[in-house]
């Protein structure tokens, strides 16, 4: 069939219009091409930026802990600073997790081997917890058993032990457990071992940072102002009318020197077995060479109150208090009229108002190996940083506000070595178990 004069072929026209329709449709796939690849980037750099919905975030804290998620551990033992230490190791683990640390129970009684006598006290009978978490925002944070909504199980994390259980498998496992499906468990409820026995994934300064935010209960604080006020008037009593130089001196201005003074028995039965697998000689320190010792500290104006820092079991033994260099005049609790402070409480309180007495003494003088003098020398270490007074082991060679020393090393002039704590060690172990490698 002919068509009439002037009219176009249909199937040109449709191949016409395919072919405009293509175009079109390329066009819009360029433009779109165009967008993804150069504007949208450029748009970060000012612009809205997509935001990814993330719910674990929408119930975080202000300083950027999760609120909904904790990490539960097993009753904190052994002495006071041991549970510090597990403590502290416990709160990083939290941490490491993004999760709030539920306040542990600590323990009242030291029984090492008895688990089941273990006296259970609660955290914030004996540190402040919102005190924590204000000067800790930001870093670690604790929670409450009542903050728990049981929206989910429980999940129960085990803990390895032995020599196969290296850093590394720890360090595997907390990265498991990071994830999902484990981590959409409200609660992670860690299983096993104590804490302080835990493998170590932090620096000291992590350890510091713990540290400082625990602060004693107002009660406990009372104390140890109290037993501090007696040393320090006891002090100014035996200056008194000695000469001109101490005339209008207040007894805060009194001076006094702590010694933590390990030579109980089973001490010495510890650090003789320690010496023997170490192959090191620095570890026990004798009662006359303790003396010795501490009389060599050289800048010490006579006389000067020694706060014997000791066991109980010691308290009988007058001859402690005999011996020391002229000019220094040793007091324990017992002769100082203070026991019956001490008595009024369990042991780990009594322990944490011996560690205060220490930590606030002119001169602290300890062993390396005791994690109780450790812990004390890193406290007054980072005071001293913290004040501008040292910035670290390099202020070693120069005279510092609250010098430490320890005396189960010989230092110069036959007395204690100096001793500041290596605030860049990658890892606590030092502290944990003790040195005689010590930054001064």
Not at 26 to 37: D, S, T
Not at 95 to 120: G, H, I, T
Not at 174 to 195: A, C, F, T, W, Y
Not at 199 to 227: G, M, N, S, T
């Amino acid at each position: 069939m002919d068509l009439p004069s002037g009219s176009k072929n249909p199937r040109l026209v449709l191949r016409n219009l395919d072919s405009l329709l293509y175009k079109c449709l390329a066009l819009i796939g360029l433009a779109l091409f165009f967008r993804a690849v150069v504007v949208l980037p450029l748009s970060s750099y000012g612009g809205m930026r997509p935001q990814k919905l993330d719910l674990g975030q929408s119930l975080s804290s202000d300083n950027g802990i999760r609120q909904n998620k904790f990490l539960e551990v097993p009753q904190i033992v052994w002495g006071l600073n041991n549970q510090k230490i597990a403590f502290a190791r416990a709160c990083l683990t939290a941490r490491m997790l993004n999760r709030a640390l539920l306040m542990p129970s600590l323990s009242a009684s030291l029984f090492y081997k008895e688990v089941d006598r273990l006296q259970p006290i609660s955290f914030d009978r004996v540190f402040q917890f919102e005190k924590f978490n204000s000067l800790c925002s930001g870093f670690v944070q604790l929670g409450r058993y009542s903050d728990i909504r049981n929206e989910t199980g429980v999940y129960e994390v085990q803990k390895g032990s032995g020599r196969r259980w290296t850093v590394q498998r720890d360090l595997d496992q907390l990265k498991q457990v990071s994830m999902d499906p484990v981590d959409g468990h409200e609660v992670l409820r860690i299983v096993g071992k104590n804490p302080f026995l835990w493998q170590d994934h932090w620096p000291v300064k992590d350890y510091a940072r713990v540290f400082e935010c625990l602060v004693l209960v107002d009660e406990i604080a009372r104390e140890a102002d109290r037993v501090v006020s007696k040393i320090r008037d006891t002090g100014k009593q035996l200056r008194s009318g000695d000469d001109d130089e101490h005339d209008g001196l207040s007894s805060q201005q009194v001076p006094y020197i702590a010694v933590h003074m390990r030579i109980e028995i089973d001490w010495m039965i510890h650090c003789k077995k320690l010496e023997q697998r170490s192959n090191i000689t620095q570890i026990c320190s004798s009662k006359k060479e303790i003396m010795e010792r501490v009389g060599n500290i050289r800048g010490i104006k006579p006389p000067t109150m020694v706060y014997l820092a000791v066991a109980d079991s010691l308290l009988e033994d007058s001859s402690i208090l005999t011996g020391w260099s002229e000019g220094l005049v040793p007091i324990e609790k017992k002769k100082l009229g203070v026991d019956g402070i001490y008595k009024k409480y369990p042991y780990l309180i009594q322990s944490a108002i011996d560690y205060e007495v220490c930590l606030r003494s002119d001169v602290f003088v300890g062993n390396s190996f005791s994690t109780f003098s450790s812990l004390v020398a890193l406290d007054r270490t980072q005071k001293t940083i913290r004040m501008g007074l040292a910035t670290g082991s390099s202020s070693c060679g120069v005279d510092v506000r609250w010098p430490s020393y320890a005396y189960n090393i010989l230092g110069e002039s036959n007395g204690p070595h100096r001793w500041m704590t290596n605030m860049s060690d990658s890892s606590l172990q030092a502290i944990s178990y003790g040195t005689n490698v010590i930054s001064c």
